[in-house]
Structure formats: C-alpha cells, structure tokens
C-alpha cells in the first residue's frame, strides 16, 4: 500500500531525478521526509528593525543582533592595503552596508543589483555614523517575499541549506518554494500520529494544520501553536518510554522482599554523634518502604554535597545485611572507595560485620582473599569502583546496590548492572541535584528522594571571587587561618594537555608555594598521576592534620571528607563548569567553622561580572556563550545550594546535550528544548504516565496509534520496555 505521501521527492515541480539525489543524501527520500524537513528560522515583521531605529539603538548601547532587510544598491571592491567586498542596501529609512574581507570572491557572486536580502548581525557604526556589518549572516528573499513581508506581514521560513543541496543548485529560494509547494499539496495527506483524545484535551492542532503553518506560517502565534504541536508530540512520545521503563521495572516483583529489624539500626545511631536530620528520616522511610517490598528498589538520593548522605546508605546496608544478604557500594574514584572503606569500617567499629574493599589497583593477595570472601559470603558490605561490576567480582547474595555520585555513571552502566542475574535493590546517590526538567526525563524511571536540608550545624560557606593579582592576600590568609587550626586545599588547575606536563606543572606549582609562601607550613601534594595507595597515604596524613595546606588538582572533587578542612582556594576557577566548582566548594564546611571557598581568576573575568542578574531569560543564546564563565561564578558567589546551581548549569548548557542521550537510550529531541518548554515537558509526562498506567500494551482501540508510533519510529530506543 503506497500512499502518495510515500512517493518520491523526484516528481515534484523544479526536483527531478538530480535534485532528488542530493535530497537523499540528507536523508529526503519520499514527501513525507520533505514535509517533515522544517525550518530552522524564521522572519517575522517584529524582529525586523530599520536602518534609523538601528542606528538609535547603536548610540543608545545596544550590543546585540539585528535584522534589517535591504535590497542591494551597489557593490565595490576596495583595494586598500588588504581588499575589502562592500555592499550597500537600502531600505524604507536609509541606507547601511555590508563588508567582507575574506572569502571576497564568493561573497562578490552573491550580491547582484536590485536583489533583496535579509542581514543579521550585530551593528556597528562607521566613523561616518553609517550601519555597518561586518561579515554577516545573510539569507536571501526574493522581491515578492519582500513585498509580502513588508505589507502584510508574512513570515518567511528559512531553512537549512545543506551544501549536498547546493551542489545541485539548490539555494535558500528553490528551496522555500520546493517545500511550500509540497505542504500546499500534500499536507492534508498526512496521518494523525497523536491520539484523538490528545489532541482534543490539550487542545493541539491537527497534524496537516500543523505542518501547513510550520512552513507556510499564517500568524506568529498559529506558528507557536504548530511548534506546540510538535513540541508535545516528541515530548509525550519520550514520556512514553519513560513511563514504559518505570512500568516495567515496577512490574518485577522478583525483588528481595526485606525485614527491618530495629535492633543493629538503633544500636548504630545510638553510636553516632549526633541525630540524623529530619531530612535523613524522611528519606530513610522512603527507602525502607522500597526495601521491604517485593518490587526492586530503584531510588535516587540525592542531597547537595555534606547533607550527610553516607549514613543513610550505610542503615539501608545494615537492613540488607541483618536479612543475610551482601550489599556492595560503588564510588567513583579508587581515592572515594578506599576514603568510604575506612570511613565505614570506623563507623561499624562495633559490630562484627564483615567490610571489603575491591579496587583496580590493589595487591593482587589482598585482592584475591577480598574477592574469595565475596563469593563465599564471608563479606557483608563490598566497597569498590565500577571495577566491582566487571566481571570478576562474583557475588554470593547480592541484594542491595548502592552507586554512589551517580553524575559519574551512566544510565546503561546501571542497567548493565541490573541485568548481571541480581534483581537487588538499587539505591543511587548524587550530590549534584537533578533539575526537575531531567527527573522527569532521563532519570524518570527512578523515584527520587531529597535530602533538602542540611545538618544544622553548619554555615553557609563564604565565596569570593578575586583576582590571581591578589594571590599573595590569599596565601596570607591561608597562613593566618591556619594559626587558628585551619587546613586548606589549593586546588590548581591542570592546563596541560599532556600527562607528563601536567604533573610537572603541579609539582612545580608545589615547591614554589612551599619554598615561599608557606615555607612556615606544612604542605602536601595529591595529583592524579599518584598510585590510589599514595594517594591514601597523603589524604590520610591530611585528615590527621599532617599538613596545613594541600595542594591538589582535581582529584579531590569528588566526596572527600576532611571536616577540618574549611579553606579551599580554587586556581583558575574560570576553567571549571559549575557543578565541579561546587563540588569542590563541598569538600569545605563540613563542621561548624566558617568555611571559605575563594576563586581566583584572571582580572577580565570580574570585571562588570558583578552586576549580572542571573534571569538570563533576556540574553541571547550567544551572550550567554560569551558570559559564561562569568555567569559561573557570579552564581557560586551568589548561591549556596546546589540545586539553585544545576539548574542555572542546564540553562548555560544550553539545548545540546543535556541528556547525554546516548547513554540513556532516550532519542535525541528536534523540536523541543527540555529547559525551555518544561511547562510541555510536564504536561506530556502526565498525559504519558496516565495512559501507561491504565493501559501499558497500548492495547486499547484509540492507543493503538501509539503502539505503532512506538514501534514505528522509536524502536531503537524501546530496549528497556516491554510493548507489542
Ligand atoms: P555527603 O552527602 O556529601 O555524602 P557525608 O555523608 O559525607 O555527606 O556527610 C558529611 C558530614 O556530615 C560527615 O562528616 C558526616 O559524618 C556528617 N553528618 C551526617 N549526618 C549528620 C547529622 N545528622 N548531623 C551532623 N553531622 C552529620
Ligand atoms: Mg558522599
């Protein structure tokens, strides 16, 4: 059966067999392909400004883009001592031009006499006081597109102009008109892929209005009700696959079904010194219900960096272990592993349960008799990297899993685990908070517990930013502090491409500062390139008060805890995203001393950084690139918690990937932004979740259209689910 919609791309008016060629490379075979090929832009009458308004602007200090269109009056080579293209326009207000010095003579080719274009670019001013571009972006119109555009307002579509396409000759015009074409006369063909319920209730548009205004737009808003459409489409469809992968891990009721016994829980708290926080028994509550069922646990905790998520792991192991089973902790670092280890054994100290440790880098006897004590069920709690999870660890009775800093691990990693024969139950921890847009998307099949507040003894941690100019005022006050029982990490930057490079540059970096500043003191030096047992080594003697200062690079970043150490002094904190920042932030105020964190960075980056308002609603993607770091750091100064923090780091991230979508097994999304349309997001997942929840085989005569769409078009991505 062969619908029109499946014909090729050839027989449209102006393709033919070569066009549809180079349409095919860029993956338009058929018409529907075509009609699905939509605009990356689009002109619209409100966004157009005028030679004399942008002019104004200019003076007035406007430093963004614009969009003016002009036809072309003439055009000149200037030979001075380099060539400069110059092409001047005209519009309703005036007269502004346009110069290239590279490229110059395809730039020459494309301007000819009496054509219309539309500039985009940030203006300036000549000496003269003219509008000038420089090298901008233009996109060409044709006279009658100008004409619609000037007087009735039409919006004109641009799309993507691919170079397979314009090797067959194919520019920005034909290729409007191609498309426009083909909407005009097959859109109405197209199939609902969204059920009639759907569409009704949320009041979206049908697919062939949708697609006809995506191309052929009749109003700005009936243009954002189109790109709602589709918007909803993909996002309800990825809910789909969220909810079908919570479905079925919920559906498993292979799970151990564990008993909490009270007694080994409440002589371990009897031992701690001090009280869990309210936030700790809220989350525990909800991680015992998830234990004592017979679904397996599949929990995110997460709680920002000292919120005292260890403890609560170690009571969900004290429950798996007090049923006979293993339990097994996996960190990130061989350093975390080896600190949770002793961290653990200490607070375990009195009762007889069996600890063990499993790294890469272990002696090979240690790690032999670790191993044999894993398999025959001598060892109740298993401590290691993912090193634990790859092959030749065998556990005996493995029932809970706790994965701990999850940023570090990837979603299939923790399914590969999962799918190792175990159905134990799965506790993830992360100290880099999920923002709310990814918790109902990547990480949707988990349920998620927060730690959202902190032990109450602590203090918000001072941040400041200053100047590598102003590193003798910072040595000093490590020095000083340091007279009242303070210790500090420098934390110095690895600029270096190479390992060998990097090493040095620490090292020096080490015996300069020892040799000078602190040559009263005493100074340690942790880097990566260090065994895991040397590196314990110097942690140790830190955590001791071996030393005043530790110089380090990054490794300490994640999870260490000396609550000593209320000083960290990051080097060059530009380079750094900001959960790193944070994380490193984290490594101080873990006791009741004022704790300082100082960034230093190079003088350019403060500046007028200071005065940023962090609504950057209002900046252009391509300010926000330029600001960035700025951004960053402004947002350490001005907040302490890392959920303000992750969600101010996924807006600077921008719409890329957000999802690091290949390990999540998620399709990657062409029309919505996930930060952006949240408020779609949130109403797709609910639509999504409801309809899987009544009805997850899709077996139902009006949800028979998603089956197929699953099947159809997301198969791929369908791994983790159970349909058809
Ligand atoms: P994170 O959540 O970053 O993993 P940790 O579990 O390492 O935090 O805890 C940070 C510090 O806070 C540890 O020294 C821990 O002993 C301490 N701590 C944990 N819970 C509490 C509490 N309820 N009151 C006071 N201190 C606590
Ligand atoms: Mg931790």
Not at 261 to 276: A, G, Q, R
Not at 545 to 559: H, R, Y
Not at 610 to 628: L, P, Q, V
Not at 651 to 669: A, C, V, W
Request: charged share 30%.
């Amino acid at each position: 059966m062969t619908d029109n919609l499946s014909q090729s791309v050839q027989y449209l008016k102006s393709v033919g067999p070569k066009r549809a060629e180079s349409f095919k490379k860029i993956g338009i075979i058929n018409l529907r392909d075509l009609l699905f090929y939509f605009p990356s832009r689009y002109l619209d009458r409100s966004t157009i400004l005028n030679v004399v308004k942008t002019n104004q602007l200019i003076i007035n200090g406007y430093e963004g883009e614009v969009t003016i269109i002009g036809k072309v009056e003439d055009t000149e080579l200037i030979r001075r001592r380099k060539q400069i293209f110059k092409v001047t326009f005209k519009d309703s207000s005036g007269y502004f031009d346009c110069v290239w010095f590279h490229g110059i003579k395809y730039f020459q080719n494309r301007f000819q006499i009496g054509e219309y274009f539309a500039i985009s670019s940030k203006p300036v001013l000549t000496r003269y006081g003219h509008v000038q571009f420089v090298h901008p972006d233009f996109d060409k119109i044709d006279s009658k597109e100008s004409e619609d555009f000037l007087h009735t307002g039409k919006i004109i579509p641009f799309y993507p102009l691919p170079k397979e396409l314009k090797q067959t000759n194919i520019g920005d015009l034909s290729l409007r008109r191609i498309i426009r074409s083909a909407a005009e006369e097959y859109a109405d063909e197209l199939k609902e892929t969204l059920p009639a319920y759907l569409i009704e209730n949320h009041k979206l548009i049908n697919i062939s209005e949708a697609v006809k205004e995506i191309h052929i737009p009749s109003s700005q808003s009936n243009l954002v009700e189109a790109k709602n459409r589709f918007k909803f489409e993909e996002l309800f469809y990825l809910e789909c696959m969220v909810a079908l992968r919570k479905y079925k891990i919920k559906s498993n009721i292979n799970g151990v079904p564990f008993i909490v016994h009270p007694e080994p829980i409440k002589k371990f708290l009897d031992s701690l010194p001090f009280e869990l926080t309210e936030s700790q028994l809220s989350v525990l509550s909800e991680i015992r219900k998830d234990m004592e069922s017979r679904q397996p646990m599949n929990r995110l905790l997460q709680g920002d960096v000292g919120s005292g998520k260890t403890i609560v792991a170690l009571i969900a192991c004290l429950i798996a272990v007090s049923n006979g089973y293993q339990a097994s902790i996996m960190a990130p670092t061989e350093i975390l592993a080896n600190q949770h280890f002793l961290n653990i054994k200490k607070l375990l100290s009195d009762t007889d349960l069996k600890i063990e440790l499993v790294l890469g880098g272990q002696k090979k006897s240690k790690k032999d008799s670790a191993l044999e004590n894993i398999k025959n069920s001598e060892a109740d709690i298993v401590i290691g990297t993912h090193a634990l999870f790859e092959g030749m660890v065998e556990f005996k009775k493995l029932g809970l899993v706790i994965i701990d800093e999850q940023h570090r691990f990837g979603v299939a990693q923790r399914a590969r685990l999962i799918e190792k024969g175990f159905r134990p139950d799965v506790l993830v921890m992360t100290a880099t908070p999920i923002p709310r847009t990814l918790s109902m998307t990547v990480y949707g099949d988990l349920d998620i517990s927060t730690i959202d507040k902190m032990p109450l003894n602590r203090k918000v941690i001072k941040t400041h930013i200053t100047s590598d100019r102003n590193l003798p005022d910072v040595y000093n006050f490590v020095i000083d502090k340091s007279k009242e029982g303070y210790q500090s990490y420098i934390v110095f930057p690895l600029v270096e491409e190479s390992e060998k490079l990097e090493l040095k540059a620490a090292e020096d970096y080490y015996s300069k500062l020892k040799d000078t500043y602190f040559k009263d003191l005493h100074v340690g030096l942790l880097h990566g390139r260090m065994k895991w047992q040397e590196k314990e080594e110097t942690m140790l003697q830190f955590a001791e008060k071996k030393f005043d200062v530790l110089i380090s690079t990054t490794v300490i970043e994640v999870g260490i805890d000396v609550p000593a150490a209320n000083i960290i002094v990051i080097n060059d904190a530009f380079r750094f995203g900001l959960s790193q920042l944070h994380q490193l932030r984290g490594r101080v105020g873990r006791s009741d001393k004022q704790a300082y964190c100082i960034l230093i960075t190079k003088n350019e980056f403060i500046g007028k950084a200071k005065t940023f308002d962090f609504n950057f609603e209002y900046m252009s993607r391509a300010e926000i690139e330029r600001n960035k770091s700025k951004i960053r750091l402004n947002a350490m100064v001005k907040y302490p918690s890392g959920f303000d923090l992750s969600e101010i780091d996924l807006k600077l991230r921008g719409p890329g990937d957000i999802f690091g979508t290949k390990q999540s097994g998620l399709p990657d999304l062409k029309f919505a932004d996930i930060v952006e349309d949240s408020s779609i997001l949130l109403e797709a997942k609910n639509a999504a979740f409801e309809i899987v929840e009544d009805d997850p085989r899709f077996d139902k005569e009006e949800n028979r259209i998603i089956k197929n769409k699953l099947l159809e078009d997301y198969s791929d991505n369908l791994k983790y689910s159970t349909i058809g």
